[in-house]
């Protein structure tokens, strides 16, 4: 009899894919099998309206080991032997209802992604975005709720992270109207490893043993990626959690048990039970190594009693692991784990016919093709740009009255004192970031971390980086914006860039406009990608982030890192000496691009709209003009222009370093907006000694690069002629205290 529309509400199948379902098994599902069609064909395991436009990423490169979708994390060559295993994943819609767990378990799940392939985890970062604590929104206050989510995710990363002993070196956080009650949190997980221990997540070799080990199991995170994860919040629903419970102690003991475990040959892959647990976990393990599988869930440890086999398979219980050993190993596997007091049961194996067998002792509750399990359907759709779009890009800055030269000081203090731009100090402050003893460029220090790589001199720099209003205004620019000042960051510090991973934070899909956002960014993004020659080698989708209504903006974020062969060749972004040269590399902004979509626009106008502007083939040339005058030791300081434009990277490069800039001139023979607070990308602000200034200019001629000369460092103001003048430390007071307030 087919199943009521309320059921597959519950695990968010539509009545067509029912259909398919029961067109391609030849027959009506079992509960069990529908729950695990549910689970796989979500959007959240299944990608369902994005996998056919993933394709357009670039994913191979000549370093690249583990291409996007191989296995949990991508893997790319360092050399010396060495490889990078990483990957980002987001926890949003656990975070919106629990977010201090929500939060937690999304760090514990990123950092299982990372460990399952045999590296070590030696950095986190995280992307946030938050509604803000102040203001009316449909008619009623959020801002305490806002404020509950803020430090409930702060406060589950902080202690998850900490308890792991893996330091977390940076991040980002903004704030908007549009992410009140729907926050995002994407994780970033970094970890190492030799490139010839890399362990895949598959499941082969007719006879061998799945071994589950780990905390046990519970009824937490039932329909987690299917109900959760996998459509937007209704009212009711925002009281329903399905939302799992951390141990970090019991992941610490996990990570170091399945690294010693790597380091043997009595098995054949491991893989973490995340989303749709132990049916993610056991299927897709099978589809990577071609072989069917057969367990059996009376086999399955749990810690509550009269659980079904459906509640087994679906359950999400945090720090799970299955093992796939060869058989004759198992013993020795479960030796290994007592040694760290953990229990490792058998509770399946490998076959050879294809199928996904579950069993309750004697009953087969399911059985399935693993292939169409893996297999779900593919949209996409033909859309048109929206109306809506088209206006805010076709707004008339002409009609927006300039910033007066007297009122200059008082927008910058604003923008400095503004959320999205002030310190984040009380932030990371709760985090370890020195835990490890490598991190040689910490937050607050430059625009990217860095890391040294122990017993070599190369370090990697690492950068999380996503704005949601460039995509608003224009989603395949603002798509090819993130990419560009990911890599604008690496510049800063030195660093050349390997590849990518990516979080994509959409709204719902189905909705022609939501669509047509998420085409565009990802073109946009591939687009850069390949301009740049950065490959995209792993990532995550999150859809229907929406809430009574309300979706949140385009919002892709990406994780790039990068390499520094040599550690002492980094630099950071605070003025260092009196009477260095400042120079902005990369030219004066032109026209009103640079207003679009900028903070100075939102704060001081209530205005998110424009066409934003870039220029690849300038962004190229300053990326590589700055790495090679680093390269090279010519400059003492580098600094992105980002948000809050020009007078805020010369603000913050000042407040770094604690000492002002005199500006000899001024340069700015545009609006004093534009000038001043515009975002236009292709930007840096250097200093550098008097006496290197002309090798400086070799290498900016060299590449096609412009410069502009700004002004010297000294003293202890910020001065601008006939536009800022402020002392360093009003600045500062401004910077460090705005996301307090």
């Not at 109207?177 to 729907?182: E, I, L, T």
């Not at 399946?348 to 093709?369: C, H, M, Q, Y």
């Not at 402050?429 to 220090?445: C, F, K, L, M």
């Not at 047509?516 to 390949?530: D, M, S, T």
Request: aromatic share 6%; glycine share 12%; proline share 5%.
């Amino acid at each position: 009899m087919p199943v009521s529309k309320e059921v597959l509400d519950e695990i968010a199948l539509s009545r067509e894919e029912y259909g398919l379902i029961v067109q391609k098994l030849g027959r009506e599902p079992t509960p069990v099998e529908l729950g695990m069609f549910g689970a796989l064909w979500s959007e959240h395991c299944g990608y369902k309206h994005s996998k056919a436009l993933l394709s357009l990423f670039p994913t191979s490169g000549k370093r690249v080991l583990i291409k996007i979708g191989e296995e949990n994390a991508g893997a790319v060559d360092i050399g010396d032997g060495q490889a990078i295993v990483f990957k980002m994943e987001s926890h949003n819609h656990p975070s919106a209802i629990e977010p201090f767990q929500g939060a937690a378990t999304g760090v514990g799940g990123i950092v299982r992604d990372i460990f399952t392939m045999g590296a070590r985890p030696i950095a986190l970062m995280n992307s946030l975005r938050f509604g803000p604590f102040d203001k009316l929104r449909a008619g009623r206050t959020d801002g305490d709720r806002n404020r509950y989510l803020f430090n409930g995710v702060v406060g589950g990363i902080g202690s998850y992270g900490n308890c792991l002993g893996i330091p977390d070196v940076g991040g980002e956080i903004y704030f908007s109207p549009v992410y009140s009650n729907n926050p995002l949190v994407n994780a970033f997980c970094l970890g190492i490893v030799d490139s010839a221990k890399l362990v895949k997540a598959k499941a082969s070799g007719t006879g061998n043993l799945l071994l589950l080990v780990g905390s046990d199991t519970g009824r937490d995170g039932l329909h987690g990626a299917s109900g959760l994860a996998s459509r937007t919040f209704e009212e009711e629903r925002e009281l329903r959690s399905a939302v799992q419970v951390g141990n970090p102690f019991l992941e610490k003991l996990l990570i170091e048990a399945c690294l010693e475990l790597a380091q043997t040959d009595w098995i054949v892959g491991i893989n973490d039970l995340g989303a749709a647990g132990l049916t993610s976990a056991a299927v897709e393990s099978a589809g990577r190594g071609g072989s069917g599988i057969e367990l059996d869930v009376l086999k399955v440890p749990r810690r509550e009693a009269g659980m079904t086999p459906y509640e087994v398979m679906l359950s999400e219980s945090q720090e799970r692991m299955l093992v796939v050993a060869r058989k004759g190993c198992e013993d020795k596997v479960k030796a290994l784990f007592r040694k760290w007091d953990l229990e490792a049961e058998v509770i399946g194996s490998v076959t050879d016919d294809g199928l996904a067998r579950i069993k309750e002792g004697s009953v087969v509750t399911a059985e399935v093709p693993v292939a169409i399990l893996n297999e779900p359907p593919k949209y996409t759709f033909q859309v048109k740009k929206p109306a809506w779009i088209t206006e805010l890009q076709s707004f008339d800055f002409g009609a927006l009255p300039d910033v007066s030269a007297d009122d200059c000081n008082s927008v910058l203090l604003r923008l400095l004192a503004s959320p999205d731009i002030a310190s984040k100090e009380p932030v990371y402050r709760q985090y370890d970031h020195q835990v490890g003893d490598n991190t040689v460029i910490a937050p607050g220090s430059g625009d990217a971390a860095v890391l040294r790589i122990q017993g070599t001199k190369k370090a990697i720099a690492m950068t999380c980086d996503g704005n949601g209003r460039y995509c608003y205004v224009n989603p395949r620019v603002g798509g090819e914006m993130v990419i560009a000042e990911a890599a604008r960051n690496l510049a800063c510090v030195g660093a050349e860039p390997l590849a990518i991973t990516d979080c994509l934070n959409f709204g719902n899909p189905d909705r022609p406009d939501i669509y047509y956002q998420l085409k565009e960014c990802v073109r946009g993004i591939a687009h850069a990608c390949r301009r740049f020659g950065i490959p995209v080698i792993s990532g995550n989708v999150s859809l229907y982030n929406e809430t009574r209504g309300l979706s949140i903006y385009p919002t892709p974020v990406v994780g790039m890192v990068g390499l520094l062969e040599d550690v002492s060749k980094r630099c950071t972004s605070g003025f260092k000496h009196e009477g260095d040269v400042v120079y902005l590399l990369g030219g004066m902004p032109w026209g009103t691009s640079g207003l679009a979509g900028s903070e100075y626009l939102e704060l001081v106008h209530g205005k998110v709209c424009g066409q934003p502007y870039l220029d690849m083939d300038l962004e190229i040339g300053v990326q590589k003009t700055c790495r090679e005058a680093i390269k090279q030791g010519l400059l003492h300081s580098a600094h992105d222009c980002s948000d809050g434009g020009l007078a805020a990277a010369m603000a913050e490069s000042a407040i770094a370093g604690g000492l002002g800039m005199r500006g000899e001139r001024s340069p700015y023979d545009v609006r004093r907006d534009v000038a001043l607070f515009g975002e236009s990308p292709s930007r840096i602000v250097v200093s550098l000694p008097p006496g290197k200034v002309k090798d400086f200019e070799g290498v900016v001629a060299g590449y096609g690069a412009a410069l502009t000369r700004l002004g010297v460092v000294g003293g202890d103001r910020l001065v601008v002629p006939g536009l800022i003048d402020l002392s360093v430390v009003e600045m500062e007071r401004a910077w460090r205290g705005g996301l307090g307030k």
